[in-house]
């Protein structure tokens, strides 16, 4: 009988023990653990970790275009353990109750289970940053360029306080990215700010905000954006020119390769709405940038059955979007 009771004990114990480590555990996970509706969760909540793929809709557009649902849905396959998020400026109390109702593409998006939409709140992001006495004293109806400039900060102000990566919306991603603490190369002496990746609360990122405010200029284009982290940078290290298509390291920051992230230049922007035979395999890159900002103009898109270049890309990295698309067509014709 005491045997018995010892065995019973002993099971006793190692149930606990283990309901006890799984409780315990529940505030680090976000796909293995028990489900918690989407609606319950904060930013903070989600990205508490800093291992979140972050990107940014600064104007009150609810409607993005399919690159932009493209970018989202390739983070989130390639990235299926980790979080991302989509902060939206029109999204709001009201908004957010009714995505599922009035606005069926955000809902296909959120339905995905590491995808997370929040509203943008620029105020709160800024608190506790040198970004804030800038946001609260700029008029922002005399920047002509306010909506690169807004995203510039934020994008600043996010990864320092969550740490994770920041891409921009046209950027696809193919295949994971294995360094954290990283800059994208554009040239040798030049750094982009479409894609980077910190810890939470790295210094690289505080001299940057510092930067921001001290040398600001909306008047420049792309002052608080990539001339703003090319020079922190050159302040911090010393560029020299790649070889091949190995990457830099600066103290703990690695400087990637162009071919990470741009094997088509910025001037060749218009390959990606071209026929290529054969189909590149981009071989050593982690995702592909667009270049939407060179598109403005000519607002060239993703045409079906065109078998473009980008159209084989949606048709491998985001297949969702690129089928919602098609029944799109197809529909209407």
């Known amino acids: 009988?005491?045997?018995?009771?010892?065995?019973?004990?002993?099971?006793?114990?190692?149930?606990?023990?283990?309901?006890?480590?799984?409780?315990?555990?529940?505030?680090?996970?976000?796909?293995?653990?028990?489900?918690?509706?989407?609606?319950?969760?904060?930013?903070?909540?989600?990205?508490?970790?800093?291992?979140?793929?972050?990107?940014?809709?600064?104007?009150?557009?609810?409607?993005?275009?399919?690159?932009?649902?493209?970018?989202?849905?390739?983070?989130?396959?390639?990235?299926?353990?980790?979080?991302?998020?989509?902060?939206?400026?029109?999204?709001?109390?009201?908004?957010?109750?009714?995505?599922?109702?009035?606005?069926?593409?955000?809902?296909?998006?959120?339905?995905?289970?590491?995808?997370?939409?929040?509203?943008?709140?620029?105020?709160t992001l800024f608190q506790d940053t040198p970004l804030l006495s800038w946001y609260l004293q700029v008029n922002a109806t005399l920047e002509k360029d306010w909506i690169y400039i807004i995203s510039d900060a934020i994008r600043l102000a996010m990864v320092w306080k969550y740490g994770g990566i920041y891409m921009d919306t046209d950027v696809i991603s193919i295949r994971p990215i294995p360094v954290s603490n990283f800059l994208a190369a554009q040239s040798s002496q030049f750094s982009s700010n479409g894609i980077f990746s910190f810890q939470q609360h790295h210094s690289f990122l505080w001299d940057c905000m510092e930067d921001f405010v001290r040398n600001y200029d909306g008047a420049i284009w792309g002052n608080q954006g990539p001339f703003l982290i090319t020079r922190v940078l050159k302040r911090l290290c010393d560029l020299i020119d790649f070889k091949d298509t190995e990457d830099q390291k600066c103290h703990n920051i690695s400087f990637l390769n162009p071919q990470r992230f741009y094997p088509i230049h910025y001037k060749n922007w218009t390959a990606y709405y071209e026929v290529w035979d054969p189909i590149p395999q981009f071989n050593t890159s982690y995702a592909l940038h667009l270049w939407n900002f060179m598109n403005e103009k000519d607002k060239k898109n993703v045409t079906i059955g065109s078998n473009t270049l980008v159209e084989n890309l949606f048709r491998m990295y985001c297949p969702t979007t690129y089928k919602r698309l098609s029944q799109t067509v197809e529909g209407s014709e």
């Not at 989600?46 to 649902?69: C, D, K």
């Not at 849905?73 to 989509?86: K, T, W």
């Open 1 to 123: 009988m005491l045997k018995e009771i010892q065995v019973c004990l002993c099971i006793f114990f190692v149930f606990s023990f283990g309901v006890f480590y799984e409780l315990s555990q529940e505030h680090s996970c976000l796909f293995s653990c028990k489900p918690v509706s989407k609606q319950l969760l904060t930013p903070k909540d989600v990205m508490i970790q800093g291992r979140s793929i972050i990107f940014l809709e600064t104007t009150e557009n609810l409607q993005p275009r399919p690159l932009v649902f493209c970018s989202v849905e390739s983070a989130a396959r390639i990235y299926s353990e980790r979080p991302v998020i989509f902060f939206m400026k029109g999204l709001d109390n009201h908004t957010m109750g009714s995505v599922s109702s009035s606005w069926s593409s955000l809902s296909f998006l959120s339905a995905m289970k590491n995808v997370f939409l929040f509203p943008l709140h620029m105020e």
